[in-house]
Nanobody
């Protein structure tokens, strides 16, 4: 089992920044791909970003590429999502997820999920 706990969400004005963190416990963190997903009210969950086991590869949704940066610190069992130039359409609950070898953009392929952290961007 892998336990994931997100933090860092909040209310921010458009154009602002937030940094989300996800702390993992339970298994060897470096054995897991990590992903960030989000779900806005009334919408389906969508892929945001993913990072490979040791951080050598990163992937982004087109809607966030150039504004968001995913990173990880395996010594701290943590993954991060730096979000800059936030827009009202980024408002959602953000979830981190872990899997040994997922299809990185497919939420259904991740075995472990956190409970999420709310991000609200005001216009």
């Amino acid at each position: 089992q892998v336990q994931l706990v997100e933090s860092g969400g909040g209310l921010v004005q458009a154009g602002g920044s937030l940094r989300l963190s996800c702390a993992a416990s339970g298994r060897t963190f470096s054995n897991y791909y990590m992903g960030w997903f989000r779900q806005a009210p009334g919408k389906e969950r969508e892929f945001v970003a993913a990072i490979t086991w040791h951080g050598g590869g990163t992937y982004y949704a087109d809607s966030v590429r150039g504004r968001f940066t995913i990173s990880r610190d395996n010594a701290k069992n943590s993954v991060y999502l730096q979000m800059n130039s936030l827009k009202p359409e980024d408002t959602a609950v953000y979830y981190c997820a872990a899997d040994r070898s997922p299809t990185y953009y497919s939420g259904g392929s991740y075995d472990y999920w956190g409970r999420g952290t709310q991000v609200t961007v005001s216009s």
